[in-house]
């Protein structure tokens, strides 16, 4: 059984390291339980977190008045045997994820404890035709818990042995094989356009989406898309901004003053723009197999602000050269995709559940 687990805060997202530990625990011991269900994708949502700029009072607002309320959240998509289950914690708030390598037994227990509480809402979602040992599978994830290292340096051990085992694993994988994509979701060309593992990795921050809100976009991108195929991918841009409260301002600006002034005046709300009207590119790229004219443009404008000096200052990247080499490669990337298809069909859809 494979365990996805990421988490998320309003200020944060990825994977925490007690939460790694805990999925990557969980799926070194975990068997098969029929065939129907193969994979699990938890994100694990937490209160609380630093809010850098306040402008974002009003996202701030929302994820903690209306996201978190809505949970828990559940998908069993048949197709393609995968569930995904999104939950709010008890067990830390947000300062949690602020603590980089920061190991707790207490903490793995809870944590683990609570994953496998939540681990039983599947039961409302299994049906029989489905062939999946549920019982057996919640038996295991309860031993296992009941098995969970009790002391910090336990703890400590299990990981290095984790860890050890995964780099094995994934170093008998080829580069593309170790980033696990799920092709189904995307266009048939997809992965000819965009022909470096680098736009795939969701742990590369300098990659299309990559980074948390990079990431955000592409997976608000595929929902919307499915209902939105035959419209322009740039159009979905002021949606999301507004859905987020970040304020619009001229997306194809590439000025130097002008942009210098929007920077001085709001430099997160332009940090998020650029990044969302890059990531909304190769999401149309990933989905539909080509870029429009005019969301190609506005990304290529977004890629000349980040590359300028006073972007680069105050964006706090902690590789700048490392950004600027791969804005060079998005942008070339992006440059000789084309605008339209030449078949009929302008959009592959998701596959459903």
Same mark, same amino acid.
């Given at each position: ?83 995904? #289950? ?6 830390? &708030? /947000?300062?949690?994820?602020? %603590? @980089?390598?920061? +190991? !707790? ?49 336990? #703890? ?6 984790? &860890? /050890?085992?995964?780099?094995? %694993? @994934?170093?008998? +994988? !080829? ?179």
């Amino acid at each position: 059984m494979k365990i996805d687990l990421m988490t998320r805060a309003f200020a944060s997202g990825g994977g925490g390291t007690i939460y790694y530990v805990v999925a990557a625990y969980l799926q070194s011991a975990l068997g098969s339980y029929g065939e129907s269900l193969s994979a699990i994708e938890v994100v694990v949502c937490f209160r609380g977190g630093k809010m850098k700029n306040g402008s974002l009072q009003r996202m701030y607002d929302e994820y903690h008045s209306r996201f978190l309320p809505s949970l828990p959240y559940l998908k069993f998509a048949r197709k393609k045997r995968r569930f995904y #289950l999104t939950y709010e914690t008890e067990v830390a &708030d /947000a300062t949690l994820l602020d %603590r @980089r390598d920061f +190991l !707790s037994a207490d903490l793995f227990r809870q944590a683990l404890t609570e994953l496998a509480q939540r681990f039983k809402l599947l039961d409302a979602r299994i049906k029989k035709a489905d062939k999946f040992d549920v019982a057996r599978y919640h038996a295991d994830v309860t031993k296992l818990a009941a098995q969970a290292p009790r002391t910090d340096a336990e #703890l400590q051990a299990l990981k290095l042995k984790l &860890d /050890a085992e995964n780099e094995a %694993r @994934r170093a008998a +994988l !080829s580069e593309w094989d170790q980033l696990e994509v799920e092709w189904e979701d995307f266009h048939p060309t997809a992965r000819q356009l965009l022909d470096s593992p680098f736009f795939w990795d969701v742990c590369e921050e300098y990659s299309p989406h990559g980074n948390d809100t990079g990431s955000d976009t592409l997976s608000n991108f595929l929902d919307w898309n499915e209902r939105n195929a035959e419209s322009a991918a740039h159009m979905f841009a002021p949606k999301l901004l507004a859905r987020w409260g970040v304020p619009v301002v001229d997306l194809g600006t590439v000025d130097t003053k002008a942009v210098t002034h929007l920077l001085q005046d709001n430099a997160h709300s332009v940090a998020v723009i650029d990044d969302v009207l890059i990531a909304i590119a190769f999401a149309a790229i990933k989905t539909r197999g080509f870029c429009d004219e005019k969301t190609k443009k506005l990304a290529l404008a977004a890629i000349g602000r980040e590359r300028m000096p006073a972007s680069i200052a105050l964006r706090g990247w902690t590789k700048p050269e490392e950004r600027l080499r791969t804005l060079g490669l998005i942008q070339e990337a992006l440059e000789r995709v084309p605008k339209s298809l030449t078949t009929p069909s302008s959009a592959r859809r998701r596959k459903g559940s």
